[in-house]
């Protein structure tokens, strides 16, 4: 299948990747590592007329840890996400989380931005961005702003983010000392989006659950981890099952999408108990 006819930009500057944004407006698309975005375009299920390619933008990669604060370039591959020892140390779930994202050809070029910028339900990083509690920084033409992974999703492919911003980075605090963590994902196959995963924190400053592809967002529950911080881990389950809306897909009627999302939080939870210090 081959895509339609498009100009392709390689700016390497933020800016320079903006202004053509602005010029072409909904003729335009950033393309980050393409494994969402080209495959649409060969089915000419999204047609564009400019292609931006953030590759070339240094200001968009890398990986910071520093006073207790995680920061992710956008253009980081989920490759480099597994690859990075001081991340594996201070936010083990990410690591575990993005072992299970896709295969290791998918791996080395999906990004970290792609992944959370566009609203795929079936993504994993937004549930677990929503879970460490994490917030995106969107640069437009009229300037930058933070916006909390929480509020982020509207629904699929519908986010916060306007045409002509871009996602620049990811960040949150290192959860502290003594949390326990867990993701947890069912999937049909290996390299599969999930059925139903759900990510878990539990330590000293509380609990925080996340689920994915249950609903047309991430599902982030206050309930659910309040439930769990006071040792209610049924009352968190129950809290966690109300709060999704999955659709009857090719992954499953909607029963069976409920009951496979109980059985994964289950073991999600009862494994960062295990873990928490
Ligand atoms: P692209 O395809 O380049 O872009 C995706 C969308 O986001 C586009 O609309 C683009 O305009 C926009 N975008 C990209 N970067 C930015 C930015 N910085 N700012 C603003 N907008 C931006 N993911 C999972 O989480 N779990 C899975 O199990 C999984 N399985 C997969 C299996 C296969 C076979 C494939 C092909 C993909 C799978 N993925 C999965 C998705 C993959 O992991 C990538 O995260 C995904 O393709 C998005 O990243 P990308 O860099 O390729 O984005």
Redesign the pocket.
């Known amino acids: 299948m081959i895509p339609g006819r498009f100009d392709y930009h390689r700016p390497d500057s933020v800016a320079g990747a903006i202004a053509i944004l602005t010029e072409h407006g909904d003729a335009a698309?950033?393309?980050?590592?393409?494994?969402?975005?080209?495959?649409?375009m060969k089915l000419r299920m999204?047609d564009l007329e400019h292609l931006i390619d953030?590759q070339a933008i240094e200001a968009?990669k890398g990986i910071d840890v520093a006073d207790g604060t995680v920061r992710i370039g956008?253009?980081t591959?989920?490759h480099e996400l597994l690859t990075s020892d001081v991340l594996k140390s201070a936010v083990p779930i990410l690591h575990e989380a993005a072992t299970?994202?896709?295969?290791p050809q998918?791996?080395y070029?999906?990004?970290?931005?792609?992944?959370v910028?566009?609203g795929?339900p079936?993504?994993?990083?937004p549930g677990l961005m929503q879970c460490l509690g994490a917030s995106f920084t969107l640069i437009g033409p009229n300037g930058t702003r933070e916006v909390a992974a929480r509020d982020y999703y509207e629904a699929a492919y519908f986010t916060e983010?306007e045409d002509d911003?871009?996602?620049?980075e990811i960040r949150f605090q290192v959860p502290p000392a003594g949390t326990g963590y867990a993701y947890e994902?069912q999937?049909r196959k290996i390299?599969?989006?999930?059925t139903a995963a759900a990510a878990v924190l539990t330590g000293p400053s509380g609990a925080s659950i996340a689920m994915t592809n249950l609903s047309d967002t991430p599902i982030w529950s206050q309930e659910a981890g309040d439930a769990l911080a006071s040792g209610d881990t049924e009352g968190a389950i129950a809290a966690a099952l109300a709060a999704i809306d999955p659709s009857e897909d090719n992954r499953g009627p909607v029963e069976f999408k409920k009951h496979v999302a109980g059985v994964i939080l289950r073991r999600a939870i009862e494994r960062a108990q295990k873990r928490a210090g």
């Open positions: 698309r950033v393309v980050a590592g393409g494994h969402s975005l080209i495959p649409m999204t953030l968009l956008a253009m591959t989920q299970q994202i896709a295969d998918v791996r070029m999906g990004t970290v931005g792609g992944n910028a566009n795929d079936g993504n994993d990083m983010r911003e871009i996602l620049s994902k999937k390299g599969d989006y999930a």
